[in-house]
């Protein structure tokens, strides 16, 4: 059944028209331990019938094998979708479970051949710099990147994880659509630099893990406990011991607003997300990722749910309360580099 109720935004002043809710599609191929093909194609198509349009994915989630995965989706509803992959995390051959960022022009030119063939399209909507080398100059990759625009293999630019100031150099080089990072009720550090100069370019937040990973829906308390082999969560500060039992008290008002509006955790969580783009003034499509249906659609449920300045109130100290940093090395992050 179609219901295509998901509402629509542009995401910046230059970037491509989507919904205003997107679909992370890692966990179908990478991360969280072992996926469900037929569960995680469900999903997709869940997502598609509810009208979303953003589906995010990397060349480095299960080294290659998300592209592939999603290809036959995304050639079924080509014309309906906005695909959005990234590149900088190199693969050594002699090590799978190694990454390496690369930021220079020659790995930048075979990631999106390969990712082109991959995915199986003729043009990348939108082409994401996943990680910053900061040995190679910002205006070097960028330039590359703005070269294939104007060949036509990628429509868009975007940015993961960078500083209000790398932001503001990348932009100077080629218009960037959006900017990825982590921003939920347990990371609102990008709220202090890169939130506002993402407002003053004119750029669209995507926020990733809007649900915490899923320790805000309150799926688990303990990932070293509760979570299978090969899930990388267990290997996050914040999801382990006694910094999981700390953050797990802070869910407690997450609860009381639910209740207030017979919704879910999860549900409240992203529409706080959801009501930044209202408090900042820009576009913020957040991109929840899950494998199952269901979850689709409860996570879908989420744009439509309008909390109220008290219920904002309430939840607006949590974030200074929890335990833990969001990765064990956060050099990689915006957060690890902006001063």
Not at 68 to 80: G, T, Y
Not at 140 to 147: L, Q, S, Y
Not at 150 to 166: D, P
Not at 285 to 305: C, F, Q, S, Y
Request: charged letters at 25%; proline letters at 5%; one cysteine or more.
């Amino acid at each position: 059944m179609t219901d295509r109720t998901t509402p629509s935004v542009r995401l910046g002043e230059t970037g491509p028209e989507t919904s205003v809710q997107g679909l992370g599609c890692m966990g179908m191929s990478f991360g969280y331990g072992p996926a469900d093909a037929e569960q995680s194609r469900a999903a997709l198509e869940r997502a598609f019938d509810l009208g979303v349009t953003l589906y995010d994915t990397a060349d480095a989630y299960g080294a290659g094998e998300n592209e592939r995965f999603l290809a036959p989706f995304f050639k079924a509803h080509r014309d309906e979708v906005v695909i959005a992959t990234k590149f900088a995390l190199s693969i050594p051959a002699d090590d799978p479970g190694k990454r390496i960022i690369r930021n220079d022009a020659p790995y930048i030119r075979q990631a999106v051949e390969d990712s082109l063939k991959r995915l199986d399209v003729d043009v990348i909507d939108l082409y994401y710099m996943h990680r910053r080398d900061v040995n190679v100059p910002l205006e070097e990759t960028v330039g590359v990147m703005a070269e294939l625009v104007r060949e036509g293999k990628v429509k868009h630019l975007g940015l993961s994880e960078v500083t209000a100031g790398e932001l503001r150099t990348a932009h100077a080089v080629h218009p960037i659509a959006a900017v990825q990072s982590e921003w939920s009720l347990f990371s609102r550090d990008i709220e202090a630099h890169v939130v506002p100069a993402a407002r003053e370019l004119g750029v669209g937040l995507v926020p990733y893990s809007p649900l915490g990973r899923g320790f805000l829906t309150g799926a688990f308390t303990d990932a070293a406990k509760e979570l299978t082999e090969g899930d990388f969560r267990r290997s996050q500060p914040r999801f382990t011991g006694d910094n999981a039992a700390a953050n797990a008290a802070l869910l407690e008002p997450v609860r009381r607003v639910a209740e207030a509006h017979g919704a879910t955790l999860g549900q409240v969580a992203l529409a706080w997300v959801h009501q930044r783009a209202a408090v900042h003034g820009l576009a913020v499509v957040p991109i929840p990722g899950t494998r199952k249906a269901e979850r689709v659609t409860e996570n879908a449920g989420a744009a439509h749910l309008v909390l109220t300045e008290e219920e904002l109130a309430l939840l607006e100290p949590i974030a200074a309360r929890v335990a833990g940093d969001r990765y064990a090395d956060m050099t990689f992050t915006s957060a690890g580099r902006e001063e």
